[in-house]
């Protein structure tokens, strides 16, 4: 018995359209970045360097050269990525965040769990302190942190709001994020997890003389204008 031939049209697997410079482009950068941040978060700042970022990257040694045209450029670039993950991070979940009687130790805590507990802040504390020594790194960290800090504030004031006249919302929180970061530092040191419980629940009592969370406040907080939304 013939069998009827096949039908090509029918066979013929679809192409792929072909990406565009500007989209090769962005990918190729995600990739530099993301192997930086994976290399400050195991191997430090001092293992940092371009050859490993390029080996981590699977990249071929020029690559980095046409996106960054130094090994500072890039690490500027990975801090900046490493801030806004971080924060988008926390937005995301501050979003599913269920209603309760202590909303405001339930955000701090958030807060904690899902950003300042996590790899990607890891990485960024080594930044942090391999800025102590290096001038150059110290410049462009000053740089991200009073760009941070502003949208710390601008996220606060969405979720919280004083008690009294003249308390600054704005300046409790940045408090917050320096006793969180602090936490974090010494996460390889703690060997009983229910101390970050204990002692952030100590700050959220002092902290509720003195604030609130806003009732029915289920959106995210204002787009940051001075950050670019980094590539996913």
Known sequence: MTQSPSNPKAEAKPERARRTQEERSKAMRKRLLDAAIDCLRTEGYAGTTVSRIIERAKVSRGAPVHHFPSKA????????????????????????????????????DLSWREAFNQPEHIALNELLRASQHDPELAEI????????????????????????????????????????????????????????????????????LHLKAKPGIMTPPPKPKIWEPPAQ
């Not at 990525?81 to 995301?92: D, K, T, V």
């Not at 919280?160 to 970061?181: A, F, I, K, N």
């Open 141 to 208: 960290m000053q740089e991200l942190w009073t760009a941070s800090y502003r949208t710390l504030v601008g996220a606060a004031e969405h979720y919280l709001e004083p008690l009294r006249e003249g308390e600054d919302v704005g300046q409790y929180m940045v408090l917050t994020q320096w006793l969180l970061r602090g936490m974090a530092q010494d996460t390889h040191l703690v060997e009983n997890p229910a101390l970050y419980d204990h002692f952030l629940r100590t700050w959220t009592r002092m902290l509720s």
């Open 73 to 108: 450029a890039l690490i500027a670039a990975a801090a900046r990525r490493l801030a806004q993950r971080i924060y988008l991070q926390l937005g995301r979940a501050l979003l599913n965040i269920p209603a309760s009687d202590d909303r405001l130790h339930d955000l701090i």
